[in-house]
């Protein structure tokens, strides 16, 4: 079904060294002010200066196509001769535990989200979509890849990995604190038979990256309209993804925490009836007093819907189980509800938070995957609650996504986040 590529790979002269620690970059979305000045202190040439650009009183879009432009021009970056794909190894730690995710870099051909080739599972924000647009309106190139998932259970991908993964990779990078990071570029000839026979029929499933993709399918509408005529093998048709299998034992789905704050006296009141109402609230036998024993006490209630509660003033901590059976009854009647009532994040949302904040939630509702953060928050004043949420269910994932239902904003977080830097795709001419 979806019409994966292999692709001409924008990349770091190797006059900068096999190890691009100094020049990778997480995503825009999780680099702080602090983080990317150090980012931007560790290389003139980090990605950070075009995939968060900054430009005092201009165009900071501008300024990030003039200097991906300059990079090119004085040899920083220099584009693969061949269409290749790009083998990564993301090596990280989470929980005392060691792991290790595969994912290959290909250029996927962009699809409306109805043809059910490429399928989204959340939301996406107007703002977020028109900052992306700008950046690559300017640089004319994807930055950074998005992250997708596929099922094979012949492992014929898999077995065509381990094999290239014998042999020295091309680089390498220290990334993000303590992970690392090692790339393969390998030839078409050599993985293209495997991904192609297991992909034919096979959708894929957008894990992060949402925005990055239908800002894609933006840009790939604005150009054939610019352009007029247009070649369907032109690379501003496909979008680079890094590709990782449902199966991989590095692939580790954490969960969103909320934050909820800003609410006056009669509505914070509203809010605790409602948690009355929906939910038995006891409190812990064990008194978590850090976030990550909450965490872990939530995450044991794996048959039944459960949240941690953190309230006002640090009051609590409580364990909240959904009981009342006329809103389960409700739940499950809405679209959906079947199977999103076992989504704790999904049934705060529709049994507290929508019918307490309605339109206003988003003012009140802050999305935090650092549990320490969201307790912070609460415990120094800034929030008035913190609820503590399970990792949303992968076999849920998988058997709530192809049937097109979108999930609550941020439900899932693909830990950790691919890096931006080790490969580039440029837009213009063919792929």
């Known amino acids: ?28 979305d999780v680099i702080s002010h602090e983080r990317q000045q150090a980012l931007e202190g560790n290389s003139p040439y980090n990605a950070v200066h075009v995939e968060l650009p900054q430009a005092l009183g201009g165009d ?14 004085e040899g920083v970056l220099v584009r693969d001769e061949d269409p290749s794909y790009y083998l990564l190894r993301h090596m990280f730690h989470q929980g005392g535990k060691a792991f290790e995710r595969w994912g290959l870099t290909v250029c996927v051909r962009l699809e409306e989200f109805e043809h059910r080739i490429v399928l989204p599972h959340e939301e996406t924000g107007a703002g977020a979509k028109e900052d992306r647009f700008q950046l690559i309106d300017a640089c004319r190139a994807n930055l950074s890849p998005i992250l997708s998932l596929y099922r094979d259970p012949a492992r014929r991908i898999r077995d065509a990995i381990e094999e290239i ?27 293209g038979d495997a991904v192609q026979s297991a992909l034919r029929d096979a959708p894929l499933f957008i894990a992060d990256g949402h925005h990055r993709y239908e800002t894609a399918l933006r840009y790939r509408d604005e150009m054939r309209q610019r ?19 449902f199966s991989d034992p ?17 509505t914070l009141t509203a809010l605790r009836n409602r ?28 048959n039944e819907v459960a949240l941690g509660l953190l309230g006002p003033d640090g009051e609590g901590p409580y364990l909240l189980t959904l009981e009342n059976d006329n809103i389960k009854d409700e739940l499950r009647a809405m679209p959906g509800g079947a199977g999103l009532i076992d989504s704790e994040g999904w049934v705060l949302h529709q049994a507290v938070l929508e019918p307490v904040l309605g339109s206003l939630a988003a003012d009140h509702v802050r999305y935090v995957h650092n549990p320490q953060e969201a307790w912070d928050g609460v415990v120094q004043g800034r929030e008035q609650m913190a609820f503590f949420l399970k990792p ?22 693909f830990h950790p986040k691919l890096p931006t830097g080790l490969v580039f795709n440029p837009l213009e001419g063919p792929l």
């Open 1 to 28: 079904m979806a019409d994966v590529r292999p692709f001409r790979g924008l990349r770091y002269s190797p006059r900068l060294g096999p190890l691009l620690s100094d020049v990778v970059c997480p995503p825009y």
């Open 227 to 245: 352009n007029g005529s247009w070649a369907e093998d032109e690379a501003f048709n496909f979008v680079m993804m890094v590709l990782t299998d």
């Open 165 to 191: 993964a014998q042999r020295p990779f091309s680089v390498s990078a220290r990334y993000d604190g303590d992970q690392e990071l090692a790339m393969w570029v390998v030839d078409a000839s050599e993985i």
């Open 392 to 413: 949303f269910p992968m076999d849920l994932f998988q058997a709530i996504v192809p049937t097109g239902l979108r999930l609550p904003s941020k439900s899932t977080f």
């Open 250 to 266: 590095g692939l580790l789905l954490l969960p969103y925490h909320r934050s909820v704050g800003g609410m006056d006296p009669p």
């Open 60 to 73: 900071r879009y501008a300024m990030a196509g003039q200097t991906f432009d300059q990079w090119v021009q």
């Open 275 to 302: 948690l009355l109402e929906a939910f038995q609230i006891q409190a812990f036998d064990s008194d978590p007093t850090f976030p990550q024993a909450l965490e872990e006490a939530v995450a044991q209630r794996s």
